[in-house]
């Protein structure tokens, strides 16, 4: 699996990891991962608190979300870095800045018939909803089209701790699916999450209409202990 950390950018430049390979056990050594080395293009240098992943369909590329909280007066880090896997090496290609957003969660890549379209979507900490954004995304050119929004609700589990989008998944027949986390800010928990079908891509239609929500998100998973 191809991970990433949240390291932050000044505090935390060197010495921290920030994209890793992960390996699940194949024996009693367990699992296993390795810090891989990024070339980080300027002039910002370092990614800061990489939040999420997404890949693009059918390659080997993936895009690197920074959550676009600022950890300096002033600064905002709102990314999108192209990465690709080279055998067990990870190449940068380039970057894309987002729109202004505070801390990012989600994402999801979907290819249509009028090209790629980028999804992304704020955690929303305590509301009962979230913004969820997307726009035509050119991963050669480094490009982002006009960027569209819906509102996005859960069925519940919104309020106090509850973090309306913790991520955003879509699949080969185009199903969108979000995840919502508990969180009571407290490295120690308790957690908690919950997963919901929440609508579909239509590869057809124009960019400005590609997402439609379904009226009552499905609730298709819970998993205690766990966000």
């Known amino acids: 699996f191809l991970a990433v950390q949240d390291a932050k950018n000044p505090k935390e430049v060197d010495g921290f990891a920030r994209v890793s390979f992960v390996w699940l056990p194949e024996g009693l050594e367990g699992i296993r991962r390795r810090t891989l080395e990024v ?11 990489l939040e999420s992943i997404a890949r693009i369909p059918g390659t080997d590329r993936f895009v690197l979300l920074e959550s676009g909280g600022s950890s ?5 880090f709102k990314r999108a870095f192209v990465v690709e896997i080279k055998q067990e090496r990870l190449e940068m290609r380039g970057f894309v800045e987002l729109p202004e957003a505070e801390n990012i969660e989600g994402s999801a890549v979907a290819s249509t018939q009028n090209g790629l379209v980028l999804l992304w979507a704020e955690r929303s900490h305590g509301k009962n909803g ?7 995304f050119d991963p050669d050119g480094f490009k982002l089209g006009a960027t569209n929004t819906l509102f996005y609700s859960p069925a519940a589990f919104t309020g106090d701790g509850w973090r309306p989008v913790s991520a955003l998944e879509i699949d080969s027949k185009g199903i969108v699916y979000a995840a919502s986390a508990y969180d009571p800010d407290d ?10 079908k929440i609508g579909r891509i239509d590869r057809s ?4 209409k590609a997402l439609s929500l379904d009226p009552k998100p499905e609730l298709i998973a819970k998993a205690d202990g766990v966000k």
């Open 72 to 76: 300096a007066k002033k600064r905002q």
């Open 130 to 136: 979230s913004i969820i954004s997307w726009a035509t």
């Open 39 to 49: 070339s980080w293009p300027g002039p910002q240098g370092p990614s800061s608190d």
């Open 187 to 196: 490295d120690g928990g308790p957690f908690a999450s919950a997963i919901w």
């Open 205 to 208: 239609a124009p960019i400005a």
